[in-house]
């Protein structure tokens, strides 16, 4: 069973930074594209930065400088390292994991862990 668990929300003051982790089970991590979505009330949710099974990252322009995303094989493990927060940047993020197994699509999401940047 494919599982996806996100830590490391809080609260935080505008400036500051957190570390959100999701760990990863049931799956080939080591093949999957790994994303971090994030989604504010009465918003969309976004894309926030990807990793793929190569390495490659790719983030929004938005948190483009100041968002770190990072994958731990061995672990199975993202990581995404958030500085220099805005209160913009407030919303309950998810993990996601995007893998391919006897040449069909698979996709997993995490439960979310909230963010709050406020002074």
């Known amino acids: 069973q494919v599982q996806l668990v996100e830590s490391g929300g809080g609260l935080v003051q505008p400036g500051g930074s957190l570390r959100l982790s999701c760990a990863a089970s049931?799956?080939?991590?080591?093949?999957?594209?790994m994303s971090w979505y994030r989604q504010a009330p009465r918003k969309q949710r976004q894309l926030v930065a990807t990793?793929?099974?190569?390495?490659?990252?790719n983030y929004a322009d938005s948190v483009k400088g100041r968002f770190t995303i990072s994958r731990d094989n061995a672990k199975t493990t993202v990581d995404l390292q958030m500085n220099s927060l805005k209160p913009d940047d407030t919303a309950a993020y998810f993990c996601?994991?995007?893998?391919?197994?006897?040449?069909?699509?698979?996709?997993?999401w995490g439960q979310g862990t909230q963010v709050t940047v406020s002074s």
């Open positions: 996601q994991a995007d893998w391919t197994s006897a040449r069909k699509p698979y996709q997993s």
């Open positions: 049931g799956i080939d991590f080591s093949i999957a594209t």
């Open positions: 990793i793929t099974s190569g390495g490659r990252t």
